[in-house]
């Protein structure tokens, strides 16, 4: 009997430690499975402001016409491969990511039977712009506080330059965004010391590609460097931890030169930006004012927000070199605790102060020689770190309602931008122009352009249209003054694109055709504008004007040989 009952204990014993094991089991599911649906909160107000960014990039996305710029990258990523990638690691180096990009981008959306129209070629920068805005956001929250990544972000986002990149069919949208991404995986390998392996090896493809997107992030690197240098050698509380990784960083930008220097090699036969003019004391204002969206009120707010930003974290940053201060400080318990809390933040304002000011310093001092860096298309990429000080200046504020008085008070100005910039987003319009003309165009009739120059463009900002819309208009190699994808010039090297200025050459091209466009873009000088008029009554005087569309960009006047 007392093998029995103890045989039935354990099985009733058994069977109890099953159902308890059952039951912690069904417990630990339930955890599980709560712990999946709770989403971090962080996670989802940066799923807000990319949401947020993303509506403001799409708006009116495909409305502003395309622009020479804008025309010259698709059409160059239109050509057949081999000559596209003679022309971007030969005369065209710069921006040969995005070029590359955008040609299997148009090819990808071909195939789904979508031409690339305005919005199409333009959403990529949309998406691009849209990712860079989480990118800060992380940025902001992890090493300067919360309030500090979401208003910073808001900023960003909100920005008239920004947005301006954000809607182009260029390659600054994706630029900034792996600009962002190489910022934020130093900060984290120098200041967290865990998986750092990973994060070098997003700072080299990030800053790699960076460079083949636009070669002015060279300057980024360079305030990096700067940055790191200081961190490196000034007492700070990432010092330590940093002075581990110089090993990692010294592979890594040994790494990312060894993978830039096809870039480099090619950029020194490439164009040169002789366009830019030398750059004066107040083109500097000029920069900071376009981040305004030309509203001093705004400009101003902002600007003395960063350098209360600044200000207090040289204050907290030398303090600790004094003991007289911190024993006042800490006769102070609320004072204490945030001059504590702000020490921490020091290598991360000293390396946006960095990343904000030496780009704006290089480029102008290198811009009074032979290579123009000085523009401000360039300088969007100091915007991120300029809204994140400009945050930071906010929260260095002691009481919450002030900051939010504050903080509401820039994203109210920040607004009062937005509307103007979709106002002003059309540079030039060779959209109704191009739709006029396909309007009035018959089988057979010739197009003529002038200024086909590549600083100003016409006859590839009309291919644009006409490929993007076609109804079967198109230039022929014969038409005065044409250019070649080819040659990367005229067709006639002799005659040049002045040959559309040439009576000879146009009666010679009259005489092929019954009738025939006449298109004139932006003319870049005084006396080529002369030669125009010149032109133009010539035209007058020889053949039947039909019609014509002028606009403040644009005319197109159509003439009857017969």
Request: hydrophobic content about 45%.
């Given at each position: 009997m007392?093998?029995?009952?103890?045989?039935?204990?354990?099985?009733?014993?058994?069977?109890?430690?099953?159902?308890?094991?059952?039951?912690?089991?069904?417990?630990?599911?339930?955890?599980?499975?709560?712990?999946?649906?709770?989403?971090?909160?962080?996670?989802?107000?940066?799923?807000?402001?990319?949401?947020?960014?993303?509506?403001?990039n799409l708006y009116r996305l495909g409305a502003p016409s395309i622009w020479y710029d804008e025309a010259f990258a698709v059409e160059l990523a239109r050509q057949p491969l081999p000559l596209l990638w003679h022309i971007i690691f030969g005369p065209e180096p710069n921006m040969e990511l995005y070029y590359l990009f955008l040609r299997y981008w148009i090819d990808l959306t071909s195939l789904i039977g979508l031409h690339a129209t305005e919005f199409v070629v333009r959403f990529p920068s949309a998406i691009f712009a849209a990712l860079s805005t989480l990118v800060v956001f992380v940025i902001g929250r992890r090493f300067l506080g919360t309030l500090t990544g979401i208003l910073g972000t808001a900023l960003y986002l909100l920005n008239a330059m920004q947005l301006t990149y954000a809607q182009q069919t260029r390659s600054y949208a994706l630029q900034l965004l792996l600009i962002c991404l190489a910022w934020y995986a130093l900060f984290v390998a120098l200041s967290s010391g865990k998986q750092v392996r990973r994060w070098w090896i997003i700072y080299v493809l990030a800053w790699t590609l960076a460079v083949y997107a636009h070669l002015f992030s060279?300057?980024?690197?360079?305030?990096?460097?700067?940055?790191?240098?200081?961190?490196?050698?000034?007492?700070?509380?990432?010092?330590?931890?940093?002075?581990?990784?110089?090993?990692?960083?010294?592979?890594?930008?040994?790494?990312?030169?060894?993978?830039?220097?096809?870039?480099?090699?090619?950029?020194?036969?490439?164009?040169?930006?002789?366009?830019?003019?030398?750059?004066?004391?107040?083109?500097?204002?000029?920069?900071?004012?376009?981040?305004?969206?030309?509203?001093?009120?705004?400009?101003?707010?902002?600007?003395?927000?960063?350098?209360?930003?600044?200000?207090?974290?040289?204050?907290?940053?030398?303090?600790?070199?004094?003991?007289?201060?911190?024993?006042?400080?800490?006769?102070?318990?609320?004072?204490?605790?945030?001059?504590?809390?702000?020490?921490?933040?020091?290598?991360?304002?000293?390396?946006?102060?960095?990343?904000?000011?030496?780009?704006?310093?290089?480029?102008?001092?290198?811009?009074?020689?032979?290579l123009r860096l000085y523009s401000s298309r360039y300088l969007v990429a100091i915007v991120p770190p300029l809204f994140l000080l400009v945050a930071f200046g906010i929260t260095t504020l002691r009481l919450r309602i002030v900051q939010g008085y504050f903080a509401l008070l820039l994203v109210g100005l920040a607004l009062l931008s937005v509307p103007l910039y979709y106002r002003s987003a059309q540079v030039e319009d060779w959209n109704s122009t191009t739709h006029w003309l396909l309007q009035h165009y018959q089988p057979d009739d010739g197009l003529i352009c002038y200024d086909n120059e590549i600083t100003q463009g016409c006859q590839i900002s009309v291919e644009y249209y006409l490929h993007a819309y076609p109804n079967g208009a198109h230039f022929t190699d014969d038409s005065p003054g044409a250019f070649s994808w080819k040659k990367f010039g005229p067709?006639?090297?002799?005659?040049?694109?002045?040959?559309?200025?040439?009576?000879?050459?146009?009666?010679?091209?009259?005489?092929?055709?019954?009738?025939?466009?006449?298109?004139?873009?932006?003319?870049?000088?005084?006396?080529?504008?002369?030669?125009?008029?010149?032109?133009?009554?010539?035209?007058?005087?020889?053949?039947?004007?039909?019609?014509?569309?002028?606009?403040?960009?644009?005319?197109?006047?159509l003439y009857a040989t017969h």
């Open positions: 007392a093998q029995v009952s103890s045989e039935t204990a354990y099985r009733n014993g058994n069977q109890s430690s099953t159902k308890t094991s059952d039951h912690e089991s069904a417990i630990r599911r339930l955890q599980h499975s709560g712990t999946l649906l709770r989403i971090p909160w962080h996670w989802v107000i940066a799923g807000i402001l990319f949401v947020t960014a993303l509506c403001f060279l300057l980024i690197l360079l305030s990096q460097l700067v940055a790191v240098g200081g961190i490196l050698l000034l007492p700070n509380q990432w010092r330590d931890r940093a002075r581990k990784q110089v090993v990692n960083l010294g592979r890594s930008l040994l790494l990312t030169g060894i993978l830039i220097i096809p870039m480099l090699l090619e950029s020194r036969q490439g164009p040169k930006t002789g366009w830019l003019p030398v750059p004066h004391w107040h083109d500097i204002y000029h920069v900071f004012d376009t981040i305004s969206g030309y509203n001093e009120q705004y400009l101003y707010t902002f600007m003395a927000f960063c350098g209360l930003g600044l200000f207090a974290t040289v204050i907290v940053y030398f303090a600790q070199f004094f003991p007289s201060s911190q024993n006042w400080l800490s006769a102070t318990d609320s004072i204490d605790e945030t001059f504590i809390s702000h020490q921490r933040f020091v290598p991360v304002v000293w390396s946006l102060f960095c990343w904000l000011v030496v780009p704006i310093g290089v480029s102008y001092v290198l811009s009074h020689g032979s067709v006639d090297a002799r005659t040049g694109f002045d040959a559309a200025l040439d009576p000879s050459a146009l009666a010679l091209y009259g005489q092929k055709h019954t009738r025939f466009f006449y298109i004139v873009g932006r003319v870049p000088t005084d006396e080529a504008a002369a030669r125009v008029q010149s032109t133009e009554h010539w035209l007058d005087g020889h053949y039947h004007f039909v019609d014509q569309i002028v606009t403040r960009t644009v005319t197109i006047r």
